[in-house]
């Protein structure tokens, strides 16, 4: 069964801190890793990570996969308050036709 | 704009009662899909459609139903079997179902409360 793991599912920083924030996957025929952002109501897309190793950059926030270990990671360097959302994890497989998403981690940025 | 619209916002009904969520998009979406989210658990799949006239079910399929005659639409009905009603519903599209990299665009979501 496909599942995705992300860690820790709460964190409260302070204002200019930098956080990493996990997600490992079993997927099946993995294709594609993507990070959400939900603040309220509507999660947006931040980034979808396809290759090993790349890094991918927006602004203060970057995320990495690593397909060997089965494991990416999203930072976010100094930490402002309007960075506190839940980061979802969803993972894509080639077989299915449906993101599968972590549970989420809640972070709370204290000015 | 392009977008999806979930309607409504904010839905209270009483045990026992069908409700129907809408969710129309109009960004050219063949693929549509359902997700359920209760605090600390993530969005869990109901139900998608991958091309008109057609869905499947996804991991928390019971006691919830879907249609999907128009492209553009794809409303969900929890229905008086479902046992644990009240969540927050968010419906998503994408590109297509088979373009299996795409990422998803959601709604804003209806949250429904069951008294």
């Known amino acids: 069964e496909d599942k995705v793991v992300q860690s820790p599912l709460s964190l409260v920083v302070h204002e200019g801190d930098t956080v990493t924030l996990n997600c490992s996957y079993e997927?099946?025929?993995?294709?594609?890793l993507l990070w959400y952002k939900q603040e309220k109501k509507a999660p947006t897309f931040l980034f979808m990570l396809?290759?090993?190793?790349i890094e991918k950059k927006s602004g203060r926030l970057s995320s990495i996969l690593d397909k060997k270990e089965l494991f990416s990671i999203l930072n976010i360097t100094a930490t402002q308050t309007g960075d506190s959302a839940i980061y979802l994890c969803?993972?894509?497989?080639?077989?299915?036709?449906?993101?599968?998403f972590g549970k989420g981690t809640s972070l709370l940025v204290t000015p | 704009d392009g977008g999806i619209t979930q309607s409504p916002k904010y839905l209270f009904r009483k045990e026992g009662q069908n409700v129907t969520l809408s969710c129309e998009q109009n960004?050219?979406?063949?693929?549509m899909y359902w997700y359920r989210q209760d605090p600390g658990q993530g969005l869990r799949l109901i139900y998608y459609?991958?091309?008109?006239?057609?869905?499947q079910k996804g991991d928390i399929a019971e006691g919830y139903s879907v249609s999907r005659e128009k492209k553009e639409s794809f409303p969900l009905t929890v229905t008086s079997a479902q046992k644990n009603p009240t969540a927050f519903y968010l419906c998503?599209?994408?590109?297509?179902?088979?373009?299996?990299?795409?990422?998803?665009?959601f709604g804003e979501g209806s949250r429904l409360t069951v008294l």
């Open positions: 998503a599209s994408r590109t297509s179902g088979r373009i299996v990299s795409g990422e998803l665009f």
């Open positions: 997927v099946t025929n993995f294709r594609s």
């Open positions: 396809t290759s090993s190793g």
């Open positions: 969803a993972a894509n497989s080639n077989s299915g036709y449906a993101l599968n």
């Open positions: 960004l050219n979406h063949d693929a």
């Open positions: 459609s991958q091309i008109v006239n057609d869905f």
